[in-house]
């Protein structure tokens, strides 16, 4: 049973006690990520992140690493467009000394000006890397183009600029305004004692700031845009997308399901017209990501330099087809079938629980329980499906991305 209390600090910690299981994940979730940073301190939520790792007043970044080790732990954190989350797994018997160890890298890192410099260097290889991966390329500008001019279209890593010019002062102001009590939540799930781990995260956090201004999120009306990046690489790697749902919207699982219909599994829609029959990639899929006040819907195909136009004509036969058709009943049967199991494999450890109880408290403001999420994928109907299918059955709504061998007119293949 999943429970929720607000400590006397005012932070919330949601916990799922699981008596079958020896172990238990713990996360810190603060509501800051790329949509709270300006252009000139671009990339500092992920900053941030990388810097909570490199030693607190009482460790080091090898005292962490060692400490972690020593109750058999695994440490990692991550950085979204509106959340940040550190956490840790570790035995049920240690969940007091991974909270205590998250605590001190949470509330007493150094920020050394000389780590900081070295971890800089870290984030502009990483900047790099991103760069020489061009299917990771395209996801990033896909996401860039679909939000262009809204807060989404921030970079969680930022930029060389904009990351050279923070400084120590900056980086302690920005989690002093951010990482406010009314910004973090707490989740737990595994075995593990509640009002003792409730006790020792109560008794840390009472010194942050109470709460900071709700921001104004300015949503700009989406406009198609298209982009060619020509890089010496032995494939092209496509994206086509389209905005899409919250993470609130009454239609958000109509669409996760239909998505699965269209590139969500081997027996895709895409993935068997542009593989199977047509030999024309690789990988091709599909993917649905949704934030608090929008989300967008994306294809992925990567393809020979020879067969971009083909694979584009593929994609649009989908979309068209079903535009016209929508989808069957067994479709829709077996769309659900495979949403249920996947979220039930990852509702089976503590850390899949964990994630999505933080997720949602600290981005919605409530827990769903797993029978709820069956339910609510159980409900959808052939007519919610034919209102998702409206949001991306016509290609004149895609904007487009593409990375290959040379230039080409990206927008006429779309749109031909």
Request: a negative charge.
């Given at each position: 049973m ?6 006397d ?7 799922e006690?699981l008596?079958y299981v ?7 979730w603060?509501k800051?990520g790329?949509v709270d940073?300006t252009k ?6 992920h900053?941030?992140?990388h810097m909570?790792?490199?030693?607190t ?17 695994q ?23 991974a909270?205590e160890?998250l ?5 007493n890192?150094?920020?050394d ?12 290889e990483?900047?790099k ?11 990033e ?10 807060p989404?279209?921030k ?11 923070i400084?120590q ?6 989690i002093?305004d ?7 939540v ?5 075995n593990f004692?509640?009002d ?7 008794g ?10 709700v ?5 700009e ?5 298209f982009?060619v990046?020509?890089?010496d690489?032995?494939?092209s790697h ?5 905005r ?11 669409l996760?399901v239909?998505?699965?219909?269209m590139?969500g599994?081997?027996?895709s ?6 593989r199977?029959?047509k ?11 949704s934030f608090v006040n929008s ?8 393809v020979?330099?020879e067969k ?12 068209e087809l ?6 069957t009943?067994?479709?829709?049967h077996v769309?659900k079938?495979?949403?249920k199991?996947s979220?039930?494999f990852?509702q089976?450890?503590?850390?899949g629980?964990?994630?999505?109880m933080?997720?949602?408290?600290i981005?919605?403001n409530?827990?769903?329980t797993?029978?709820?999420v069956i339910?609510?994928i ?8 034919r ?5 991306m059955d ?7 991305v593409?990375v290959?061998?040379k230039?080409c007119d990206?927008?006429?293949?779309v749109?031909a």
């Amino acid at each position: 049973m999943i429970e929720t209390r607000k400590l006397d600090c005012g932070i919330r910690i949601v916990m799922e006690k699981l008596p079958y299981v020896q172990s238990v994940a713990l996360g810190i979730w603060v509501k800051a990520g790329a949509v709270d940073e300006t252009k000139n301190i671009s990339g500092i939520s992920h900053f941030i992140e990388h810097m909570l790792f490199k030693g607190t007043e009482e460790r080091s970044a090898k005292k962490i690493a060692e400490d972690v080790d020593r109750i058999g732990g695994q440490i990692n954190a991550f950085t979204g467009r509106e959340a940040t989350c550190y956490y840790m797994k570790t035995l049920g018997s240690n969940a007091k000394q991974a909270a205590e160890i998250l605590l001190d890298m949470f509330l007493n890192s150094k920020f050394d000006k000389t780590e900081m410099s070295k971890e800089k260097q870290v984030i502009y290889e990483e900047m790099k890397m991103i760069e020489d991966t061009p299917d990771d390329y395209a996801h990033e500008v896909i996401s860039d183009l679909i939000f262009k001019g809204c807060p989404y279209e921030k970079s969680i890593i930022g930029t060389q600029t904009s990351l050279k010019g923070i400084s120590q002062a900056i980086l302690k102001q920005y989690i002093a305004d951010e990482y406010t009590r009314d910004s973090i939540v707490v989740s737990v799930a595994g075995n593990f004692d509640m009002d003792e781990i409730c006790n020792i995260f109560d008794g840390k956090l009472k010194h942050l700031k109470s709460e900071k201004p709700v921001k104004e999120f300015n949503n700009e009306p989406y406009k198609p845009c298209f982009r060619v990046k020509v890089k010496d690489i032995e494939q092209s790697h496509i994206c086509l997308g389209t905005r899409g749902l919250s993470l609130d919207d009454d239609n958000y699982y109509a669409l996760s399901v239909l998505n699965n219909i269209m590139g969500g599994s081997m027996s895709s829609r895409l993935f068997q017209n542009i593989r199977e029959q047509k030999g024309l990639a690789y990988s091709v899929y599909s993917h649905v990501s949704s934030f608090v006040n929008s989300g967008y819907y994306n294809i992925y195909a990567g393809v020979s330099h020879e067969k971009v136009y083909d694979a584009i004509n593929g994609i649009k036969e989908e979309l068209e087809l079903l535009k016209k058709d929508c989808i069957t009943e067994d479709e829709l049967h077996v769309a659900k079938e495979q949403l249920k199991a996947s979220y039930i494999f990852g509702q089976e450890n503590v850390n899949g629980r964990m994630f999505s109880m933080g997720k949602n408290s600290i981005l919605l403001n409530r827990v769903y329980t797993p029978e709820e999420v069956i339910d609510e994928i159980d409900a959808v109907t052939m007519n919610d499906i034919r209102k998702a299918s409206s949001l991306m059955d016509d290609i004149n709504n895609y904007s487009a991305v593409i990375v290959t061998n040379k230039q080409c007119d990206l927008k006429r293949m779309v749109r031909a």
